[in-house]
């Protein structure tokens, strides 16, 4: 994001140690400070002050940066006594901005797999940049416990920041749990509601989870090592399977012996007998989605970009550096 600072902080004092808690999250390259009057900043008591070598040093960085402006933060909130909807006072701004970027999904392990493959495989040179320049952490990982933990972790996290003065900023993205194409369960949408109450982004993906988002190269990749040979015939099936099967197919989980909706029964109709009977006695384990890590060498963007065909986790990477 960018910050600017206003007159009316500049020149009080008692501001100013907010002001520098807000220039290390600068320093630390999560933030971009936007320098508007560089006359009036260099004149200031609070930067011509004694022990203002450092907070000097960032100026001089950001009035040369301001000449060409980072393209990434594209968000400016200023820090003022007055009220609007782009400001805050000091003390809040502090706050906001030595907080990270929280992207929340349901599960803190399989889901920041996931979310560190995309970042990997999927962001444009500046946000790649931006991540390999940046000090500690400014995007993290923040889940819960499945769709209904991760609607009271919201929350959770809505009334945590609003105890301490400052927005709840986020990215949310879950399963749909979607069992056929146009189905909608329950869960999902009372997540992307609460978002919408809150004007917190939130992404739904419209395959059933995560795991069928693995491209074909990848479980391929995996399957084809020795001790993975196990789970060549099941990967063959699954890669056969039409790309609105992919989508539905219940990763970690077999099949039901009978399905319960006519809807599922056309979906899976043209599966062959055989392939069918295996889905029904077999599936893959809750960790499957760890091959996106362990098996990095055969996840490319072009093979994330087929298997998920409908242009959503480039949305979310497009989410992120909007927050950013």
């Known amino acids: ?9 500049i020149t009080d004092d008692q501001h100013w140690r907010y002001l520098d808690e807000i220039l290390y999250g600068v320093d630390d390259g999560w933030h971009e400070w936007e320098v508007d009057d560089p006359d009036a900043l260099e004149q200031s008591e609070w930067l011509s002050g004694t022990n ?3 907070i000097r040093e960032l100026f001089e960085k950001a009035a040369k940066a301001g000449v060409y402006p980072n393209t990434l933060h594209k968000r400016r909130y200023f820090v003022s006594m007055q009220s609007g909807a782009d400001s805050m ?3 809040a701004a502090a706050r906001y901005f030595r907080r990270p970027l929280f992207v929340c999904g349901e599960n803190q392990f399989t889901d920041g797999i996931f979310l560190n493959a995309l970042l990997a495989t999927l962001s444009p040179p500046e946000l790649q940049s931006f991540l390999a320049q940046s000090q ?3 995007i993290e990982a923040d889940h819960a416990g499945g769709a209904g933990e991760l609607y009271k972790r919201i929350e959770w996290r809505i009334s945590e920041s609003a105890l301490i003065g400052i927005p709840f900023r986020a990215i949310v993205f879950t399963d749909s749990d979607a069992r056929f194409p146009g189905h909608e369960e329950r869960k999902p949408l009372q997540i992307a509601d609460l978002c919408q109450q809150h004007n917190i982004d939130c992404l739904v993906i419209g395959k059933r989870s995560i795991e069928n988002y693995i ?3 990848v479980l391929r990749g995996w399957a084809n090592e020795p001790g993975n040979r196990a789970w060549r015939e099941l990967v063959e099936i699954v890669c056969r399977l039409t790309a609105e099967q992919r989508d539905h197919l219940p990763m970690k989980k077999r099949l039901p012996l009978q399905f319960d909706t006519p809807q599922e029964t056309a979906l899976y109709a043209s599966v062959p007998t055989q392939d069918l ?3 029904k006695n077999r599936h893959f384990d809750n960790k499957i989605i760890t091959i996106l890590e362990t098996h990095r060498q055969y996840l490319t963007a072009d093979g994330l970009r087929a298997r998920d065909g ?3 986790l480039d949305s979310l ?3 992120i550096i909007e927050a950013l």
């Open 1 to 9: 994001m960018r910050v600017c600072f206003a007159a009316d902080v």
């Open 52 to 54: 203002r070598s450092f």
């Open 89 to 91: 006072p000091p003390q």
């Open 136 to 138: 500690g952490n400014p």
């Open 215 to 217: 491209p074909d190269e």
């Open 277 to 279: 009977d295996l889905l």
């Open 310 to 312: 409908k242009g959503e």
């Open 317 to 319: 990477i497009t989410m």
